[in-house]
């Protein structure tokens, strides 16, 4: 019996060290170089980022300028993707982790399961592809350079900073009008049409009743949404019809005043995609994705928002 139990435990503790040898970060800074060797000075001219649920964002450089091309070419703000391709260059071997292929799944670097997918193609036509899986503490990422079998402990590359989300490298902003040039404001949606005006420095809804107190905090909140908005991608040039933006949920009409020129612009909500919905702007030639949040803002308003309610007189104390 204690015969067994020796062999028993010689086995487990044998494991244990197989595991430590496999799993357990080892640096070895000395022999290990970068990753792209030879390659520092050769540009990437595309990328595109995956996430493990197959969400997609690509980006490429077209004659200098970074763009979205699945988005009509959106520009992209370069200054936001150079961090990333500089860390992309700057991998390092030095924090080598494992080299067996068993234990890609368990660390999420694997073909079939992985955390993020980095598809790289170099100015000369070179292809590289990146799996970047779980963390094993602060400053420590795994990733693994396909086909090679070797996963390395990275602390410049991680999954939360590398999203495939247009908004992270982009300039998000849509519309971006001076909010004291706008002189008139017209609101259409499914409750009804809705006209500010503007006397000097104070605004009004048209129609009030005399008895009517104009909401001014409600009508702001408006205004500094439509000649603010922030979008949350671009979906491109084209108005696809499943954009709804033909018959638009809400339409909003904005006249400005600047160096005593008129100007008008349009804006279109249109149907939800995704958790967001479609809107165009007349200052700009592509329909983009706004949060739902924006959207509601003209799309649900109705005439009582902008009507203070009356005062409800405190009842007198009985004698």
Do not use: C
Request: charged share 20%; no cysteine.
């Amino acid at each position: 019996m204690n015969r067994t139990l020796r062999i028993l435990t010689a086995l487990l503790v044998a494991q244990v060290l197989i595991g430590i040898y496999v799993y357990w970060p080892r640096a070895i800074a000395e022999t290990g170089g970068l990753l792209f060797a030879g390659r520092t000075e050769t540009a990437i001219s595309r990328l595109v980022i995956q996430d493990d649920k197959a969400l997609q964002l690509i980006l490429e450089d077209k004659g200098g300028t970074w763009v979205l091309p699945d988005a009509g070419d959106f520009p992209a703000d370069a200054t936001k993707i150079a961090p990333l391709i500089e860390n992309i260059k700057q991998l390092k071997t030095g924090r080598l982790i494992t080299q067996t292929a068993a234990s890609h799944r368990q660390l999420q670097v694997a073909e079939d399961k992985y955390t993020r997918r980095l598809d790289i193609q170099w100015q000369d036509g070179a292809r590289s592809l990146i799996f970047i899986g779980t963390s094993s503490g602060a400053g420590a990422t795994h990733f693994r350079l396909d086909p090679q079998p070797e996963v390395y402990l990275s602390a410049d590359l991680t999954s939360y900073g590398i999203t495939p989300q247009a908004s992270n490298f982009i300039d998000t902003s849509f519309v971006s009008i001076p909010a004291e040039t706008v002189t008139a404001l017209v609101l259409e949606n499914a409750a009804g049409k809705l006209e500010f005006e503007k006397a000097g420095d104070a605004w009004s809804l048209k129609g009030m009743g005399a008895d009517e107190l104009f909401n001014s905090s409600a009508f702001t909140s408006v205004l500094t949404q439509a000649t603010g908005l922030r979008m949350s991608a671009p979906l491109g040039k084209e108005k696809k019809p499943t954009y709804g933006l033909a018959q638009p949920k809400a339409t909003v009409q904005i006249m400005a005043s600047k160096d005593n020129a008129a100007q008008e612009f349009t804006l279109q909500v249109g149907a939800k995609v995704g958790e967001d919905y479609a809107m165009s702007f007349s200052g700009s030639p592509y329909v983009v994705r706004v949060s739902s949040y924006s959207a509601l803002n003209f799309t649900e308003k109705t005439r009582a928002d902008f009507i203070t309610p009356p005062t409800t007189p405190t009842p007198a104390a009985a004698p």
